[in-house]
């Protein structure tokens, strides 16, 4: 992962504000408490007390401040468990860090747990010797051994997590709008729906928001749950010196007949050009609906704001419906567009079962995996009612690593482009193309979420 905790909004990590740095060591135990390798490097969970110098651990490997402060450890503690926070100690500091937390995902036709990773890292000093691969494959392991059907994380970097059986499965797209040139109607002075839009103090975002993203969740596969320290950190409730809160404008969107559908927030600077022009840059930080209607008024409202030039947003689905509201849909120009959910099938039989399919048909599937946690021959017999899978012993239609099954899953991969590119092997003709109306799903994954 990219970024200390389970972050409210996409932004890179800042650095941690430093004054009354906290040093500590870690006293080398007498007896190993994890395991320990033939190099005297131990991985092993980490106990309150070693808390600080995991996270001074933290800070060396994400390039921040090296020193962390009390107000830093204290913001971050109420998000650790320590039953799920490993560590790699060497003469009695940390050196690396890793921890998971549970997760709901949405995925085609319904959620799954999922066992999301965070907090990857290893210092300098000890990088390309193992250390990752020793954390994550005992904890892939003992996830799948816990029952949970997949994995999740965010990669910072394209290469790391693909030996590991992860593979991209939602991208992010981020847009920067021209509002100048957007042909919106400048008189523009409210929903024409009948539905309203109105601001939002943070006490009712914290009363409204999680019920009406778990609306969201449902319909948005790629989408992960938000947990009530998610919405405090949204809304400043907690705040963290590496983290700066500042407080965005809420808005949300009801229906004629009063429902809540949408809510966004969004921030802005505060700039004047030299002929005493407004030129302000408003960020988009969340927009979340449950209906096109309201999707489409919050996104005018933004983009109709007085004072402002441009509207930037932060990663969404790829295929956003943005740009297309947009009578002139050019005024709004791709900023980035890369992976962003990485998943990792743990459990074939669950996982797959787990989904609904855009046809009915059956697959018999060979999956190959590196670390054996996903791998052997499966059937799947799917439709858009569910589906049903099970181990086999009939001749494969497609063989594929588990990071290409990862990146199917959600259905944002093409099987026909992966068996174009060699990632994928037809071993029956056409397959590919069944798995391609299988697994594709009509609108893309999106993941809102840094985690
Ligand atoms: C990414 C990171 C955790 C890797 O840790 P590590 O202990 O060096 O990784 P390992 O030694 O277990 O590497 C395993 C393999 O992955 C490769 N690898 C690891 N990180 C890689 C990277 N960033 N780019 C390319 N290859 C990488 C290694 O070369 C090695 O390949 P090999 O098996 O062919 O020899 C570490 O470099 C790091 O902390 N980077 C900065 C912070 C960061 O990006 N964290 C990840 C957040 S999502």
């Given at each position: 992962m990219?970024?200390?905790?389970?972050?409210?909004?996409?932004?890179?990590?800042?650095?941690?504000?430093t004054?009354?740095?906290?040093?500590?060591?870690?006293?080398?135990?007498?007896?190993?408490r994890g395991?320990?390798?033939?190099?005297?490097?131990?991985i092993?969970?980490?106990?309150?007390?070693?808390?600080?110098?995991?996270m001074?651990?933290?800070?060396?490997?994400?390039?921040?401040?090296?020193?962390v402060?009390?107000?830093?450890?204290?913001?971050?503690r109420?998000?650790?468990?320590?039953?799920?926070?490993?560590?790699a100690?060497?003469a009695g500091?940390?050196?690396?860090?890793?921890?998971?937390?549970?997760?709901?995902l949405?995925?085609?036709?319904?959620?799954?747990?999922?066992h999301?990773?965070t907090?990857?890292?290893?210092?300098p000093?000890?990088?390309?010797?193992?250390?990752?691969?020793?954390?994550?494959?005992?904890?892939?392991?003992?996830?799948?051994?816990?029952?949970?059907?997949?994995?999740t994380?965010?990669?910072?970097?394209y290469?790391?997590?693909?030996r590991?059986?992860y593979?991209?499965?939602?991208?992010?797209?981020?847009?920067?709008?021209?509002?100048?040139?957007t042909?919106?109607?400048?008189?523009w002075?409210g929903?024409?729906?009948?539905g309203?839009?109105?601001?939002?103090?943070?006490?009712?975002?914290?009363?409204?928001?999680?019920?009406?993203?778990?609306?969201?969740?449902?319909?948005?596969?790629?989408?992960?749950?938000?947990?009530?320290?998610?919405?405090?950190l949204?809304?400043g409730e907690?705040?963290?010196?590496?983290?700066p809160?500042?407080?965005p404008?809420?808005?949300?969107?009801?229906?004629?007949?009063?429902?809540?559908?949408?809510?966004?927030?969004?921030?802005?600077?505060?700039?004047?050009?030299?002929?005493?022009?407004?030129?302000?840059?408003?960020?988009?930080e969340?927009?979340?609906?449950?209906?096109?209607?309201?999707?489409?008024?919050?996104?005018?409202?933004?983009c109709?704001?007085?004072?402002?030039?441009?509207?930037?947003?932060?990663?969404?689905?790829?295929?956003?419906?943005?740009?297309?509201?947009?009578?002139?849909?050019?005024?709004?120009?791709?900023?980035?567009?890369?992976?962003?959910?990485?998943?990792?099938?743990?459990?074939?039989?669950?996982?797959?079962e787990?989904?609904?399919?855009?046809?009915a048909?059956?697959l018999?599937?060979?999956?190959?995996?590196?670390?054996?946690?996903?791998?052997?021959?499966?059937?799947?017999?799917?439709?858009?009612?569910?589906?049903?899978?099970?181990?086999?012993?009939?001749?494969?239609?497609?063989?594929?690593?588990?990071?290409?099954?990862?990146?199917?899953?959600?259905?944002?991969?093409?099987?026909?482009?992966?068996?174009?590119?060699?990632?994928?092997?037809?071993?029956?003709?056409?397959?590919?193309?069944?798995?391609?109306?299988?697994?594709?799903?009509?609108r893309?994954?999106?993941?809102?979420?840094?985690?």
């Amino acid at each position: 992962m990219t970024r200390d905790d389970a972050q409210p909004t996409s932004s890179e990590p800042t650095d941690p504000a430093t004054p009354s740095p906290v040093t500590s060591t870690v006293s080398p135990p007498s007896a190993a408490r994890g395991v320990r390798g033939a190099d005297g490097i131990e991985i092993r969970k980490v106990t309150e007390a070693e808390y600080p110098d995991w996270m001074r651990a933290i800070a060396v490997g994400f390039l921040s401040a090296p020193a962390v402060t009390e107000a830093e450890i204290e913001g971050r503690r109420g998000g650790i468990d320590f039953d799920r926070t490993l560590g790699a100690v060497d003469a009695g500091r940390y050196v690396a860090t890793y921890r998971s937390f549970p997760q709901t995902l949405s995925v085609p036709g319904g959620t799954l747990p999922s066992h999301a990773v965070t907090n990857v890292t290893v210092s300098p000093t000890h990088r390309r010797r193992g250390l990752l691969s020793r954390m994550m494959t005992g904890d892939l392991a003992a996830a799948k051994e816990a029952g949970t059907p997949v994995s999740t994380l965010v990669s910072a970097e394209y290469p790391i997590y693909g030996r590991f059986g992860y593979g991209p499965a939602a991208r992010a797209t981020s847009w920067s709008v021209e509002l100048s040139r957007t042909g919106l109607d400048s008189r523009w002075s409210g929903p024409r729906d009948g539905g309203r839009i109105d601001l939002v103090p943070l006490d009712e975002v914290r009363k409204t928001g999680p019920e009406l993203y778990t609306r969201f969740l449902a319909r948005q596969p790629g989408a992960v749950s938000r947990d009530e320290r998610w919405w405090q950190l949204a809304t400043g409730e907690i705040q963290v010196p590496s983290m700066p809160w500042n407080e965005p404008f809420w808005a949300a969107y009801r229906s004629a007949s009063g429902e809540l559908e949408g809510m966004v927030a969004y921030s802005s600077d505060h700039k004047w050009d030299e002929a005493k022009q407004p030129d302000n840059t408003v960020t988009v930080e969340q927009l979340f609906t449950v209906s096109p209607e309201a999707e489409r008024a919050l996104w005018e409202y933004v983009c109709s704001l007085d004072w402002a030039s441009r509207v930037r947003t932060e990663g969404r689905a790829p295929d956003d419906l943005l740009p297309d509201y947009l009578p002139d849909p050019r005024a709004a120009r791709v900023r980035t567009h890369s992976d962003f959910l990485w998943l990792r099938i743990l459990d074939v039989v669950r996982a797959l079962e787990g989904r609904t399919y855009g046809v009915a048909d059956s697959l018999v599937l060979e999956v190959r995996d590196g670390l054996g946690l996903a791998a052997g021959r499966f059937r799947l017999d799917g439709g858009p009612d569910g589906a049903s899978c099970a181990p086999t012993g009939d001749a494969a239609d497609l063989t594929l690593d588990a990071g290409e099954l990862g990146a199917l899953y959600l259905g944002d991969a093409s099987a026909v482009r992966l068996a174009a590119l060699g990632s994928v092997r037809e071993d029956r003709p056409g397959a590919a193309a069944a798995a391609e109306l299988m697994f594709r799903t009509a609108r893309r994954p999106w993941c809102p979420d840094v985690f």
